[in-house]
């Protein structure tokens, strides 16, 4: 017997539970502040996601899914984004828009039931919000081959929870990406949990990272609550991936700090000391330690943070709630590039205009 | 004019396209090398390269999903799925996504995509080779389902899909692959995506059908003219949108109608034509419209088929109760 193949899954995290380095920072990092744009965007996405909740709980807001915890993977990934790369979110990456341009009111917009939430004329190549688990990534597949075959010099970054990762979807999307060598970067935002499936009740696999070893493609472990370390193996995936050197797997290790959505009730499935345990390692407080330490970040500074940041999530929710609704020809407008005659009585139907006799 | 078999213009209508259009791309399972395994791709590699003819890992859902990808990056995939039979695992793609994509974006993503694939029986075929899906595709909001039933006409009519700027399921009936030849002007240009097409004109009949079952429905209709009945024969073509007004006129004609499919009877494409001319036709109707179906059964292996598939002497005998109702 001989051994024919050996595999390796590595780790990275730059900053320990506390904002200390643990030992040399990459390049981007030795000037502290050019970490406080993604410092303030950790911050502003909790504010706007503390906002949507409220609206929700005041019912003026539908079925909401939290972004609490992940705001160090939404930063990192925001920060190494080039404006041609094509993002394709889940649910719950609204902090990697924000950071894409998209306007904060539009994710309010499509959470409180608006279509139109899911244009983002500020980011106009990347996908929509996807529900359905894992589907995104094989869009991503072909995103990134329609990249290659044009031989542009862009990337798709798709992301998917840890549940993604037990779908064929997920696995099917890593085969393809290492058949073609695609320029593409799947992030597992691995948030421990899949509403109240925990992890080690997802997978027998050490890793999700490694479920890449499989299908041949690249992958590696980060600390998601380190913006540092996410910006840093993101950042170095997406080089590669736009050079024409492969995809790449990263699974970054967070926990999801808020219930699945708010129509769930996390206490049902996990415990208080559990959450209180996750919370030590929460991501906005660690790099805010890290710039405070480092002389890049002060108590004033934070003040005017919050202050500005309150003051952009309310205005988020007031150009949302503002918004009129839809006009019902709404559900028609986009439906095909031109709606065919053999449904315009539909619309006409639906918009009042006419009787639902009108087909006869 | 070349005379060309139904698999050989579907090969005409991608080559031109892929030819006239740098955006279209070619891919499935066994597309590329082995040209399809009815050869329907067949020489496209040679022409148009593996970038454009894409060899897929052996994944319909990914299949499906990285064509909407495709489609919104600016190209226009034409997918290959190997039987319909496994067309299913594309339907949370298609459902979920492709028809929905250009909404949900209003407008700011689209997805013109097509997903051709080979439908139905009588091919001595094994388990899951056999199967009429497109009551279950005509179903879906926002995307065309597509049936052609001759060379020409899935020539023209696989041109005008890869040419909507729309998702478009297109069924071809595989028994009719290769079942004979016409002249096909190899000319590029497209049919009507909207419009069923009036094969046969009579006025004591309406017989309805799409995809393979056309074939039957005309020979039944040959049947039926050698006793002196004029049966106006009906090629629906695109199942979604549905030209209802083109069967509606036909039988305000003949005030009797007979719809033609092979799929299971409940909530098959039949009904759905059933239901319109219950709706919109009722006063024209001067007898029951009759539905001349498959069993609402798995499709059977290859010994039982047979007694499965509408024929010609149940489509006569159909059409006799449509005519002797009084």
């Given at each position: 017997m001989s051994v024919v193949a050996r595999f390796e899954v590595r780790y990275t995290q730059y900053l320990d539970e506390r904002g200390r380095a643990l030992g040399p920072l990459p390049e981007f990092a030795r000037?502290?502040?050019?970490?406080v744009p993604a410092y303030r965007a950790m911050v502003l996405m909790r504010a706007l996601d503390a906002k949507a909740i409220a609206l929700q709980r005041t019912g003026r807001m539908g079925t909401y899914a939290s972004t609490l915890g992940k705001e160090a993977i939404d930063a990192g990934c925001g920060a190494v984004l080039e404006k041609d790369d094509v993002v394709l979110p889940s649910y719950r990456e609204s902090g990697v828009l924000f950071l894409r341009g998209v306007a904060p009111h539009r994710v309010f917009l499509y959470w409180g039931g608006?279509?139109?939430?899911?244009?983002?004329p500020e980011s106009p190549r990347d996908f929509p919000f996807c529900v359905p688990i894992a589907t995104q990534l094989a869009h991503a597949v072909g995103v990134a081959y329609a990249i290659r075959l044009r031989g542009e010099r862009r990337a798709a970054l798709a992301f998917a929870g840890d549940g993604a990762t037990s779908k064929g979807d997920f696995h099917e999307a890593l085969n393809a990406a290492g058949v073609w060598c695609l320029p593409l970067v799947v992030l597992v935002v691995n948030n421990q949990y899949a509403i109240s499936m925990p992890r080690r009740r997802q997978t027998a696999a050490e890793t999700l990272a490694q479920k890449a070893i499989a299908a041949g493609i690249a992958c590696e472990q980060v600390d998601g609550n380190d913006a540092i370390a996410v910006r840093d193996v993101v950042g170095r995936a997406l080089a590669r991936a736009r050079a024409g050197d492969g995809p790449t797997l990263v699974e970054a290790l967070t926990y999801r700090?808020?219930?699945?959505?708010?129509?769930?009730?996390a206490s049902r499935y996990r415990s208080a000391e559990e959450l209180a345990e996750a919370w030590k390692r929460e991501p906005v407080a660690r790099l805010r330690a890290w710039l405070a330490a480092n002389g890049a970040w002060t108590k004033e500074d934070e003040v005017a943070l919050e202050r500005e940041c309150a003051a952009r999530a309310e205005a988020a929710a007031k150009a949302y709630l503002e918004t009129p609704p839809p006009d019902p020809e709404q559900m028609f407008r986009?439906?095909?590039a031109q709606l065919p005659a053999a449904y315009r009585w539909q619309r006409a139907a639906a918009c009042g205009e006419a009787t639902e006799d009108a087909c006869a | 004019m070349p005379a060309l078999n139904l698999v050989e213009a579907v090969n005409r209508a991608l080559a031109r396209a892929m030819e006239d259009d740098p955006r279209v791309v070619v891919l499935g399972e066994d597309v590329g090398v082995n040209g399809g395994v009815f050869r329907a791709t067949v020489g496209l590699l040679e022409r148009f390269g593996p970038e454009r003819v894409v060899d897929t890992p052996l994944s319909e859902a990914l299949i499906a999903g990285m064509a909407i990808g495709m489609a919104a990056e600016g190209l226009r995939p034409v997918v290959e799925i190997q039987f319909a039979g496994f067309a299913y695992a594309t339907l949370d793609q298609i459902l979920n996504h492709a028809g929905r994509l250009r909404h949900r974006t209003q407008g700011r993503l689209s997805c013109p995509m097509v997903m051709r694939m080979p439908c139905g029986a009588c091919i001595r075929a094994p388990e899951h080779h056999s199967e009429s899906p497109e009551a279950i595709f005509a179903h879906v909001p926002g995307i065309r389902v597509v049936a052609p039933s001759s060379p020409a006409r899935a020539y023209g009519l696989l041109l005008a899909a890869i040419a909507d700027p729309d998702p478009v399921v297109f069924l071809e009936p595989a028994r009719l692959y290769r079942l004979w030849r016409e002249e096909v002007a190899d000319d590029g240009a497209p049919l009507a995506l909207d419009r069923a097409f009036v094969l046969r004109e009579g006025s004591d009949l309406t017989l309805v059908s799409w995809g393979a079952m056309v074939y039957e429905t005309l020979s039944a209709a040959d049947a039926l003219a050698r006793e002196g009945v004029r049966a106006e024969v009906i090629d629906?073509?695109?199942?979604?949108?549905?030209?209802?007004e083109t069967i509606l006129a036909s039988v305000a004609k003949t005030g009797r109608c007979v719809v033609v499919t092979e799929a299971p009877r409940t909530c098959s494409f039949a009904s759905e034509v059933a239901a319109v001319l219950a709706g919109r036709g009722l006063t024209s109707l001067l007898a029951p419209v009759e539905r001349v179906t498959g069993w609402d059964t798995v499709t059977p292996l290859a010994r039982l088929e047979a007694r499965y598939m509408p024929d010609v002497p149940r489509i006569l005998a159909a059409a006799r109760r449509a005519l002797a109702y009084r």
């Open positions: 000037d502290p502040r050019a970490l608006d279509e139109r939430g899911n244009v983002f700090l808020s219930d699945h959505t708010t129509a769930d009730d986009h439906l095909y | 629906v073509a695109t199942l979604k949108p549905l030209d209802e």
